[in-house]
Protein backbone atom coordinates (compact mmCIF):
# COMPACT_ATOMS: atom_id res chain seq x y z
CA UNK A 1 0.00 0.00 0.00
CA UNK A 2 2.95 2.36 0.52
CA UNK A 3 4.08 1.85 -2.64
CA UNK A 4 0.40 2.89 -4.11
CA UNK A 5 0.52 6.27 -2.12
CA UNK A 6 3.82 7.10 -3.45
CA UNK A 7 2.59 6.84 -7.07
CA UNK A 8 -0.43 8.83 -6.25
CA UNK A 9 2.06 11.11 -4.63
CA UNK A 10 4.33 11.42 -7.70
CA UNK A 11 1.48 11.95 -9.53
CA UNK A 12 -0.18 15.22 -7.74
CA UNK A 13 3.56 16.37 -7.77
CA UNK A 14 4.04 16.15 -11.22
CA UNK A 15 0.23 17.74 -12.21
CA UNK A 16 1.79 20.32 -9.51
CA UNK A 17 4.07 21.22 -11.73
CA UNK A 18 2.21 21.03 -14.77
CA UNK A 19 0.06 23.59 -12.78
CA UNK A 20 2.50 26.00 -12.08
CA UNK A 21 4.05 25.81 -15.11
CA UNK A 22 0.17 26.73 -16.97
CA UNK A 23 0.39 29.58 -14.14
CA UNK A 24 3.68 30.76 -14.81
CA UNK A 25 2.95 31.07 -18.49
CA UNK A 26 -0.78 32.60 -17.77
CA UNK A 27 1.41 34.95 -15.11
CA UNK A 28 3.63 36.18 -18.09
CA UNK A 29 0.96 36.71 -20.16
CA UNK A 30 -0.08 39.33 -18.34
CA UNK A 31 3.49 41.16 -17.63
CA UNK A 32 3.74 44.38 -20.34
CA UNK A 33 0.48 44.42 -22.73
CA UNK A 34 0.94 45.89 -26.17
CA UNK A 35 4.44 46.14 -26.39
CA UNK A 36 7.00 44.85 -28.97
CA UNK A 37 10.31 44.18 -29.77
CA UNK A 38 11.43 45.66 -33.25
CA UNK A 39 14.94 46.27 -34.71
CA UNK A 40 15.38 49.34 -36.01
CA UNK A 41 16.03 50.32 -39.78
CA UNK A 42 18.65 52.83 -39.20
CA UNK A 43 20.70 51.78 -36.66
CA UNK A 44 20.11 47.70 -36.49
CA UNK A 45 19.36 48.19 -32.37
CA UNK A 46 16.66 46.29 -30.77
CA UNK A 47 13.87 49.11 -29.22
CA UNK A 48 10.47 48.89 -27.44
CA UNK A 49 7.20 49.78 -28.96
CA UNK A 50 4.32 50.95 -27.15
CA UNK A 51 2.20 50.14 -29.17
CA UNK A 52 -0.72 50.97 -27.06
CA UNK A 53 0.52 54.44 -26.98
CA UNK A 54 0.42 54.63 -30.24
CA UNK A 55 -3.29 53.48 -30.35
CA UNK A 56 -4.36 56.16 -27.74
CA UNK A 57 -2.57 58.77 -29.52
CA UNK A 58 -3.74 58.59 -32.93
CA UNK A 59 -7.38 58.40 -31.53
CA UNK A 60 -7.27 61.69 -28.92
CA UNK A 61 -8.58 64.76 -30.65
CA UNK A 62 -8.07 68.48 -30.25
CA UNK A 63 -11.60 69.82 -28.87
CA UNK A 64 -10.72 73.35 -29.57
CA UNK A 65 -9.02 72.03 -32.94
CA UNK A 66 -12.40 70.54 -33.56
CA UNK A 67 -14.61 73.37 -32.53
CA UNK A 68 -12.14 75.77 -34.81
CA UNK A 69 -12.38 73.90 -37.57
CA UNK A 70 -16.35 73.64 -37.19
CA UNK A 71 -17.53 76.85 -35.97
CA UNK A 72 -14.94 79.06 -37.47
CA UNK A 73 -13.82 77.19 -40.29
CA UNK A 74 -16.83 75.19 -41.88
CA UNK A 75 -20.22 76.70 -40.56
CA UNK A 76 -18.59 80.19 -40.80
CA UNK A 77 -17.68 79.89 -44.78
CA UNK A 78 -20.96 78.46 -45.23
CA UNK A 79 -23.02 80.85 -43.68
CA UNK A 80 -20.62 83.86 -45.24
CA UNK A 81 -20.40 82.74 -49.02
CA UNK A 82 -24.13 80.63 -49.34
CA UNK A 83 -27.12 83.11 -50.50
CA UNK A 84 -29.03 84.65 -47.64
CA UNK A 85 -32.25 85.44 -47.68
CA UNK A 86 -35.81 83.34 -47.64
CA UNK A 87 -35.66 82.42 -51.64
CA UNK A 88 -32.64 80.31 -51.15
CA UNK A 89 -33.37 78.58 -47.99
CA UNK A 90 -34.38 74.88 -49.25
CA UNK A 91 -30.98 75.30 -51.28
CA UNK A 92 -28.85 75.99 -48.23
CA UNK A 93 -30.55 73.12 -46.11
CA UNK A 94 -29.94 70.85 -48.94
CA UNK A 95 -26.25 72.00 -49.15
CA UNK A 96 -26.20 71.62 -45.36
CA UNK A 97 -28.10 68.11 -45.55
CA UNK A 98 -25.21 66.62 -47.69
CA UNK A 99 -22.74 68.41 -45.31
CA UNK A 100 -23.96 66.77 -42.57
CA UNK A 101 -24.63 63.10 -44.17
CA UNK A 102 -20.74 63.13 -44.91
CA UNK A 103 -20.15 64.36 -41.30
CA UNK A 104 -21.93 61.84 -39.36
CA UNK A 105 -20.71 59.43 -41.52
CA UNK A 106 -23.76 58.51 -43.68
CA UNK A 107 -26.31 58.93 -41.50
CA UNK A 108 -29.27 60.45 -42.30
CA UNK A 109 -32.42 62.70 -41.19
CA UNK A 110 -34.68 60.47 -43.47
CA UNK A 111 -33.31 57.30 -41.97
CA UNK A 112 -35.10 57.88 -38.54
CA UNK A 113 -38.11 59.82 -38.90
CA UNK A 114 -36.31 63.48 -38.92
CA UNK A 115 -33.66 61.88 -36.12
CA UNK A 116 -30.54 61.85 -37.39
CA UNK A 117 -29.35 60.21 -34.16
CA UNK A 118 -25.72 61.76 -34.72
CA UNK A 119 -24.17 65.11 -34.15
CA UNK A 120 -21.25 66.20 -36.68
CA UNK A 121 -19.40 68.06 -34.84
CA UNK A 122 -18.38 65.62 -32.67
CA UNK A 123 -17.03 63.21 -35.58
CA UNK A 124 -13.68 62.79 -36.00
CA UNK A 125 -11.16 66.00 -36.98
CA UNK A 126 -9.64 64.02 -40.21
CA UNK A 127 -13.62 63.94 -41.52
CA UNK A 128 -13.33 67.84 -41.00
CA UNK A 129 -10.47 68.29 -42.15
CA UNK A 130 -11.68 66.77 -45.45
CA UNK A 131 -15.12 68.82 -45.71
CA UNK A 132 -12.63 72.02 -44.43
CA UNK A 133 -10.95 71.53 -47.67
CA UNK A 134 -13.68 71.18 -50.15
CA UNK A 135 -15.60 74.31 -48.06
CA UNK A 136 -12.12 76.04 -48.52
CA UNK A 137 -11.70 74.79 -52.38
CA UNK A 138 -14.73 76.32 -53.23
CA UNK A 139 -14.90 79.57 -51.67
CA UNK A 140 -11.48 80.20 -53.25
CA UNK A 141 -13.13 79.28 -56.88
CA UNK A 142 -16.06 79.44 -57.73
CA UNK A 143 -18.22 80.35 -54.81
CA UNK A 144 -21.45 78.83 -56.97
CA UNK A 145 -23.37 76.88 -54.72
CA UNK A 146 -24.84 74.16 -57.31
CA UNK A 147 -20.54 73.53 -57.68
CA UNK A 148 -20.67 73.03 -53.75
CA UNK A 149 -23.58 71.33 -53.63
CA UNK A 150 -22.53 68.94 -56.12
CA UNK A 151 -18.45 68.50 -54.73
CA UNK A 152 -20.58 67.40 -51.55
CA UNK A 153 -22.59 64.83 -52.94
CA UNK A 154 -19.78 63.61 -54.79
CA UNK A 155 -17.50 63.77 -51.53
CA UNK A 156 -20.67 61.08 -50.31
CA UNK A 157 -20.53 58.67 -53.21
CA UNK A 158 -16.78 58.52 -52.74
CA UNK A 159 -17.47 56.75 -49.08
CA UNK A 160 -20.53 55.27 -50.25
CA UNK A 161 -23.02 57.67 -47.87
CA UNK A 162 -26.72 57.56 -49.05
CA UNK A 163 -28.02 61.06 -49.71
CA UNK A 164 -31.38 62.52 -47.69
CA UNK A 165 -34.38 61.52 -49.11
CA UNK A 166 -37.13 64.26 -49.64
CA UNK A 167 -40.34 64.93 -50.80
CA UNK A 168 -40.82 65.42 -54.62
CA UNK A 169 -40.36 69.22 -54.87
CA UNK A 170 -37.18 69.31 -53.02
CA UNK A 171 -36.22 66.17 -54.54
CA UNK A 172 -36.39 68.34 -58.11
CA UNK A 173 -34.62 71.45 -56.55
CA UNK A 174 -31.82 69.37 -55.66
CA UNK A 175 -31.67 67.31 -59.12
CA UNK A 176 -31.70 70.53 -60.68
CA UNK A 177 -28.65 71.78 -58.64
CA UNK A 178 -26.87 68.92 -59.40
CA UNK A 179 -27.54 69.46 -63.26
CA UNK A 180 -26.93 72.74 -62.90
CA UNK A 181 -23.45 72.13 -61.50
CA UNK A 182 -22.74 69.96 -64.25
CA UNK A 183 -23.38 72.63 -67.16
Do not use: C
Request: cysteine-free.
Amino acid sequence: MKDNNKKEDKKVEKLSEADLERMELLRRSYEKKGKQLTISSTTGSLQEIDELKQIVGKQMENAEEKYSIYYKGIRNLLMDHLPKGDNYKQMRDIIYDEKNIFLNLGKRKSDHKGIRGSDGRMTYQPIMNEILDVVISWVGESQNPFELYKELYLLNEKHGYPHEEYDLSTKGVANAMLKLAQD
